[in-house]
């Protein structure tokens, strides 16, 4: 007998991971709405939204259109296209890497940080959702979903994201525990973007 598809509401009644999968589907529609809602105030595309807020925040040797590439799984021409749309509305500049002339780091401008600053905005109302839940049951949530990206990296959907199970220095000892930090860790302490982080891929 064929399996009935997860978005059967027959199969959701009988299957919690169904039910689960809908409930993501749910929550990536909302960030879609969230980022058009944004980009339609200033003109922006999702991606540009997207691309405005990792260049606020994230240190000059990832500002490149490669790495931008792997970090949003998207190509290389997607991502230059939302540059080259940005450039010309001067929100961001490209500077020659000094080790590599043939690679550009991108730096925002006065008015780049500015509407960064607001767009960066756009997924507030679900963080405020998440921040009413409480502390326990929020570092619940992320460790499931760390898990869920994890397996998503190993079977190659998403590339690898840097977070503590996906690190080298990460393993499994009565809970979590970082060989780098030489400490255990609570689900809440899991993170993402760590300095220290290495693949274990």
């Not at 199969?11 to 969230?34: D, G, I, P, T, W």
């Not at 080790?99 to 960066?120: C, F, N, P, Q």
């Not at 994890?150 to 840097?162: A, F, G, M, T, Y």
């Not at 499994?172 to 302490?189: D, Q, R």
């Amino acid at each position: 007998m064929r399996k009935l598809s997860a978005f059967n509401p027959e199969c959701q009644a009988e299957s919690v991971s169904s039910k689960a999968l809908v409930a993501l589907e749910r929550v990536s529609q909302a960030f879609r709405v969230m980022l058009w809602n944004e980009g339609k105030l200033y003109g922006l595309s999702p991606i540009q939204i997207q691309l405005l807020t990792f260049l606020l925040h994230f240190p000059e040797e990832k500002r490149t259109v490669t790495f931008l590439a792997g970090f949003f799984n998207m190509t290389k021409a997607t991502i230059s296209d939302a540059v080259k749309a940005l450039e010309s509305k001067s929100y961001l500049t490209r500077k020659v890497v000094a080790t590599d002339s043939r690679s550009s780091s991108l730096h925002l401008t006065r008015e780049g940080k500015a509407i960064a600053r607001k767009v960066e905005k756009f997924a507030d109302p679900l963080h405020n959702i998440i921040d009413q839940l409480p502390g326990k049951e929020q570092g619940l949530l992320l460790e499931q979903l760390q898990q869920v990206i994890q397996q998503l990296s190993s079977e190659q959907i998403l590339s690898v994201q840097s977070m503590c199970l996906n690190c080298v220095h990460y393993f499994k000892k009565k809970g979590h525990y970082c060989n780098a930090f030489k400490t255990s860790l609570t689900n809440a302490e899991l993170r993402f973007e760590c300095e220290l982080f290495e693949s274990g891929f």
